[in-house]
Nanobody
């Protein structure tokens, strides 16, 4: 089973950029759909972005500003965050689910999670 470790969080000023990484263990990384979620204080965890080999999906709140990508040779998924806003402050989690060919990205439940990395955007 895949295990996930996030990195790249920290403090950034509003309008700045940051890239999160999620390294996965195991030899079947390419057979997983990968997602990023976030949870702000006092709020529920929310979907940010997801990626298969060829498809991506984004929450409306991050479209255009965030880009998800993956490098299967490195077993890593990335989240490039640009034009950051204070409301992007949250713990960001990487997640994985077994890929089902043809399944909509919105149908995945994600049963494997990383420990999270804090992103704080100052105004």
């Amino acid at each position: 089973q895949v295990q996930l470790v996030e990195s790249g969080g920290g403090l950034v000023q509003a309008g700045g950029s940051q890239r999160l990484s999620c390294a996965a263990s195991g030899r079947t990384f390419s057979s997983y759909v990968m997602g990023w979620f976030r949870q702000a204080p006092g709020k529920e965890r929310e979907f940010v972005a997801a990626i298969t080999g060829s498809r991506t999906d984004y929450a409306d709140s991050v479209k255009v500003r965030f880009t998800i990508s993956r490098d299967n040779a490195k077993n890593t998924v990335y989240l490039q965050m640009n034009s950051l806003k204070p409301e992007d402050t949250a713990v960001y989690y990487c997640a994985a689910d077994r890929l089902r060919v043809g399944a909509p990205l919105t149908s995945y439940k994600y049963d494997i999670w990383g420990q999270g990395t804090q992103v704080t955007v100052s105004s």
